[in-house]
């Protein structure tokens, strides 16, 4: 697939249903919770980027131009990042450390006569569980496996519906998604083991990309209306008290929580291209991050 068709593809998947040291302080990759990981075409073809939290020391970790590579997203112990990465017609889940070394693929579909499209993993707060979609089963669904990559489950199976986007409430207990059933695109949540589905935020937008803010209060997504556009808003895990954060007539999606829950990181379209930007919890003082020509996507806080 050429550059600009996964530059295509990459905004398709953002905006609809479709996760060194542990000892903290100063390392060799900067200090915990001070680094944003992100995907971007800055080279041809999408690859796995980290930069500090200001912007600073942006670095490549992934590199061959033969694969796309996104949706990143830190274990809880920022020891690893999970990430989709591409080839043809198939998309799995793989795992490497901080510094783009000892990449490890999670799943493979290559036996199958359809091989599937496995994308967008979340680590489950003790770092045991991977969430993630995927259309094995023809529509996407939400799975969930053990870190390593085995005992895969399927935790939705709603008929003629794609399911996307999961992510862990902080104790673990839930996980919320983005879903088609009953028509358009809303936030539901669950029980980690698919029990009790549940509709979060009501309205006539087109609602994904959820993400658990760390104290388990709100969740952050990306809404999508004729009269609005696309924007980021907060709905309390209650289903009360939505926000509407970023307002602009461009477009902004991708919302991400840093670490102590006082920021949130997004991207938006100002300019021609999508760049990485983060913002005050309330919306307020967002600022510019990348300032590339190319496309930045999906940020992720390293705990």
Known sequence: MSAGCRTCAAVVLCLVVGGLCGCGGEGRFGARGSQIAFSSNRTGEFQIYTMEEDGSNQRMLTGDPAFWNGGPAWSPDGSKLAFERSQGADADIWVMEPDGTNLQQLTSDAGSPDPGIDRGPAWSPDGAQIAFQSNLAGSDDIYVMNADG???????????????????????????????????????????????????????????????????SRIAFTR?????????????????????????????HDPVWSPDGTKIAFVADYDGNHDIYVMDADGSNARRLTWTAANEFGPAWRP
């Open 150 to 216: 085995s005992d895969r489950r399927r935790v939705t199976a709603w008929d003629n519906s794609d399911d996307g986007g999961p992510t862990w409430s902080p104790d673990g207990s839930q996980i919320a998604f983005a879903s088609t059933r009953g028509g358009g695109h809303h936030i539901y949540t669950m029980n980690a083991d698919g029990t009790r589905q549940r509709r979060l935020a009501r309205g006539d937008g087109s609602d994904s990309q959820p993400a658990w803010s760390p104290d388990g």
């Open 224 to 252: 999508w209306s004729a009269v609005t556009g696309t924007d980021v808003c907060i709905i309390g895990v209650d289903g009360r008290g939505l926000q509407q954060l970023a307002n602009s007539p461009q477009p902004e």
